[in-house]
């Protein structure tokens, strides 16, 4: 952020009075710029033994597989923004269930969650911003091919609690990937 | 937002090529300027019975009673901005549980989440948003002076799970208040 969003006047970087932090604040009209991290909601849309994951066609990570996933937008839910996003990226139908996965990614300003979901039918084909879509069962996850740490966990996650019967929400903080990652 | 943070060009309000919803965008320097839910991270902290209320020294709602809780930094996790938030407002140490209430509220474009928490000591006093923090016990909580509505219906849960011995993750979604509220 270089310049002031209300007014246009160039910022400076420094503490505000009364504040712990630096921010961006303008000198001229006075209006201290919050920088706050974002949230990625995504849903784990269940069809009888299977999983639905798009292929990206987008970066990052394009090619790669993940589950429909996306930035919250201003004025919706999280249950509505895991359901956004599935029509957006699978055109698929979900009926929303329970938050399963709430993941802090810090180095990146992020919280991740991961609503578990039933697909409501099989009218899914790829949305604008994947490849492919498809249903998994768990012996042909690509396991290698996973978009995101925290899609893979949940993926996991939702393998075991599967199998042990046993359904309840998972937190979790990643930590920087190692540098190579990057 | 009438200006571009990065360039200073003033911004246009108009559906990007391949979105679905209007953005503010630079047409000098090209940056689509995303704005995104925020997240409110609280604490519900417990001694004993009894469990630990600030009350407001700052808009809104004055005066009024609320759990610690506060915007949710960038490079921070979900836990870390309890813990900080509790500190700053409370100047209490804690130990961060389990995630407790995850709350929308879409009309304002936030996601407001408590954690329980462990009180580690008594050396708590007010900080400088705080008029007063005191332990309350479930019969002599404030509830007509409870500033927020999440804050509210967390502690509300607290006492029914305690009594119950039935801990698990509430979540809901707030509707906008009747218009005399606002
Ligand atoms: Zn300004
Ligand atoms: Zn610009």
Redesign the interface.
Known sequence: ???????????TFRTPP?D??PR?VCEQCGTI???????VVGALPVWEDRVLLCRRAIEPRYGMWTLPAG??????????AAARETL?EACARIEVG??YT?I?V??I?Q?HMVYRARLLDLGFKPG?ESLEVALFREEDIPWEQIAFRSISMSLRHFFDDRRNGTWT?H?A?LAPPPAEWR
Chains 1, 2 share one sequence.
């Open positions: 952020m270089k310049f002031c969003s209300n007014c246009g006047a160039a910022v009364g712990s932090l961006h710029h919050y920088q706050n991290p974002k949230i930035f919250m937008e201003n004025e919706e839910t999280t249950a509505q957006e329970e938050l709430l802090d810090p180095h300003s919280v604008e929400l937190t903080s």
